[in-house]
Nanobody, 122 residues
Framework: QVQPVESGGGLVQAGGSLRLSCAAS????????MGWFRQAPGKEREFVAA????????YYADSVKGRFTLSRDSAKNTVYLQMNSLKPEDTAVYYC???????????????WGQGTQVTVSS
C-alpha cells in the first residue's frame, strides 16, 4: 500500500514552469505505476501523464505532450512532473495516483493524493 502526497503547486504566468512532486510512503512504491490527473472547476478529472514501475515507459495526454515530462526516483519514492510552457488552460488541481499497472484510466489507480493547485495566469 502507498500513500501519495503532492507538492509544488502554485501560481505562475503563462509560458512559465513548475515542477510537481509526488512522494509516496510504503516499501512497495517501486512496484507501482504512478499517474497524474487534473481537475479544473466544473470539469471531469482528466488524465495528464503516467509512468510505469521501472520508469521506462510513459504516457502523456495529447494536450501536454512535448511540454510536460514525468520521471521517477525510486530511491526517493518520488515522481516528478516537470511542466513547461504552461498555459492558462493548464489551471487545475493536480492529483497523483498509484496503481498496479500503467494506464490512462482513473479506475486503474487505487491510491490517490489530496491534490495540489496549479494556477496559470494569462
Amino acid at each position: 500500500q502507498v500513500q501519495p502526497v503532492e507538492s509544488g503547486g502554485g501560481l505562475v504566468q503563462a509560458g512559465g514552469s513548475l515542477r510537481l512532486s509526488c512522494a509516496a510512503s510504503g516499501r512497495t512504491f517501486s512496484s507501482y505505476a504512478m499517474g497524474w490527473f487534473r481537475q479544473a472547476p466544473g470539469k471531469e478529472r482528466e488524465f495528464v501523464a503516467a509512468i510505469d514501475w521501472s520508469g521506462d515507459s510513459t504516457y502523456y495526454a495529447d494536450s501536454v505532450k512535448g511540454r510536460f515530462t514525468l520521471s521517477r526516483d525510486s530511491a526517493k519514492n518520488t515522481v516528478y512532473l516537470q511542466m513547461n510552457s504552461l498555459k492558462p488552460e493548464d489551471t487545475a488541481v493536480y492529483y497523483c495516483a498509484a496503481g498496479p499497472r500503467l494506464t490512462t484510466l482513473r479506475v486503474g489507480y487505487n491510491y490517490w493524493g489530496q491534490g495540489t493547485q496549479v494556477t496559470v495566469s494569462s
